[in-house]
């Protein structure tokens, strides 16, 4: 039985832009008759009167989120990351009405992060933007995490793009690192005799020549790393009975938010892998919240700091910096239209 993100799969095919043909799903939002049902049937929803005024709000978000995103990939690649910023923004808000906290959200419209222009450093990926206790964007790790940024926490770059598996190569060409994310089949395995557990198995386990540890993996708790002659892989502890319950009690104890799925399809088959980051840090963040992070910032240096912008325009991150425009855009509202439908969504 393998983890996913979500229990459900779905998966859609497009010959056209996937940008532009995924913006089309997400416009449905617009629609209060479906929202509605939505928020019923899929998010839980039973208050008719906030039923009403949550699936209001959706549709505007959606609006306001569409229009950005059309700005942004109309206009010049270099100032784009300003409405980009915003588009994410207001999708992060439909994530976060979705998971009824409209409320909530009423008391936390500002965004909740800064970046100053003393942060700049010579090294782009060393610089540092600060996430305060309360506003939108805390508001938003607290709904996918279910967990408070109770103060203020400052975050290098290079912990947010090293996380952002679209941009994986541009990253490591312009850095010889690779990317701080495991990638990875997660299955709970049947053993009625031995006990069920959790398997992690690593994809390029083989090219990795030192292991990362088993407590740097937070999107799964108490596993330990079992090494063979040439592999490695992580296993749970082992739990004796019904094979169903144990394995609803390891899913509750995952975090699944820090999962990032995938669909592969060759002309081997097809399959989905996971990637999950890999970090010391108390706050460690999933690819979505990574990829708006990575946004914010640069809205801040184009609205702020133009000869900035222009040095990074001339730098070797602009390669970078171009790759998260689009695969990063895409990414994330693969993310929130997977939460809308509570699917491990892709889009091939």
Request: hydrophobic residues 35%; charged residues 25%; contains cysteine.
């Amino acid at each position: 039985m393998n983890v996913l993100r979500y229990d459900t799969i779905s998966v859609i095919s497009s010959n056209l832009d996937p940008i532009e043909d995924l913006l089309n799903f997400i416009t449905t939002l617009k629609s209060l008759g479906f929202t509605t049902d939505l928020l019923r049937n899929v998010h839980g929803f039973t208050d008719i009167s906030e039923i009403k005024k949550t699936a209001k709000q959706i549709s505007l978000h959606v609006d306001n989120a569409i229009s950005l995103a059309n700005q942004g990939f109309d206009g010049p690649s270099q100032t784009s990351f300003l409405p980009l910023y915003y588009s994410t923004l207001n999708l992060a808000k439909v994530y976060i009405l979705l998971k009824g906290k409209r409320v909530d959200l009423e008391s936390n419209r500002w965004h909740g992060a800064k970046y100053s222009e003393i942060e700049m450093k010579k090294n782009f990926l060393n610089e540092r933007i600060t996430i305060s206790a309360n506003g939108t964007i805390p508001l938003f790790y607290k709904c996918l995490f279910d967990d408070t940024i109770s103060k203020k926490i400052s975050i290098c770059l290079d912990d947010l793009y090293s996380c952002i598996s679209t941009i994986s190569a541009e990253y490591s060409t312009i850095t010889n690192k690779g990317n701080a994310e495991l990638l990875h089949v997660a299955s709970i395995e049947r053993d009625d005799n031995n006990g069920h557990f959790l398997k992690i198995r690593v994809i390029n386990s083989s090219d990795i020549l030192t292991p990362p540890k088993a407590k740097s993996i937070k999107a799964y708790p108490d596993i330990r790393i079992i090494k063979g002659d040439k592999e490695f892989h992580y296993e749970s502890n082992r739990f004796i009975g019904d094979f169903e319950n144990i394995s609803n009690q390891i899913k509750l104890s995952i975090k699944r938010n820090l999962i990032s799925d995938s669909y592969q399809s060759n002309h081997f088959g097809s399959s989905w892998y996971s990637r999950t980051p890999i970090s010391d840090n108390k706050y460690v963040f999933n690819e979505e919240l990574c990829i708006m992070l990575a946004y914010f910032h640069l809205s801040n240096v184009v609205r702020y700091n133009p000869e900035h912008l222009y040095k990074l325009m001339d730098s070797r991150y602009w390669a970078l910096l171009l790759g998260l425009r689009k695969h990063g855009y895409l990414k994330f509202i693969k993310h929130i239209w997977g939460h809308c439908i509570k699917s491990s969504f892709d889009i091939a």
